[in-house]
């Protein structure tokens, strides 16, 4: 059996004096990556935002890598005893105190490389919807378009049903919502909302608008899709769809339907 003493026969003065200095310099990296990288995406053009920020979580694991990498050979003479000793000591101690924990530092480990989500994604987990503005090692957080922040673990990825909305992308795709009478012209109708979305300042003109109808036994249903220029512009865009929408029917007379609370949800 492996005497602990001699484990960290390593662990002098000298060296807990350096490894209390890798831990300042770990914690002033991770504090400037963490507003670096955030300053930066303001300076730079907002098309490479969405290239930027992902590169946030990577940072964050090799700072992490390398700051172990200093401070176990401080610790531990690293033979393969010694190791091993202290994987399955840690391995055993972890798993019975921190499963929660240890699984949702795995989860977000996995995240790294499937990729789920990243900074600047807009998703919805669980009954949370919002945009991802910090990628952590055990949790992941949005802020709603409430202005309320979520802190989400990453172990709910492992069962949980995940809705990206944008992936990596400036921009997604907006649905304007319009309820009408049935008694119009739907081919007037339809180019009318296509002219609303086309005319919108936030409007990305290289995406596609469409307009589908849909029948419905109290009346007809249209929905204006399009995309605007950056994904934070999503609710002023649907706004301004909505609100010169409803005013360019208006003007062409035709009713809004009364649609039953039923039928609505």
Known sequence: MIDPIEIVSHLTQSNIIRIIIILILFWVGLRSLQWFLPWLTEQIPSRFRLYVLPLMPILQLLLVVVALMRIVPLVIDPTPENVLAVSGAVAITIGFAFQDYVSSLIAGVVTIYER???????????????EVIALGFRAIQLVTPDDTVVLIPHKLMWDSIIYNDNSGQREHQC????????????????QKLRQVALTSPYLQLDRPISVIVIEKPWGTHYRLKAYPIDGRDQFKFTSDMTVRGKAALARLGVKPASVPMAAAV
């Not at 789920?116 to 919002?130: E, F, M, Q, S, T």
């Open 116 to 130: 789920p989500y990243r900074i600047g994604d807009w998703v919805k987990i669980g009954d949370a919807y919002g």
């Open 175 to 190: 649905v304007a919502d319009f309820y009408l009478h049935p008694e119009h012209d739907a081919e007037i109708v339809r």
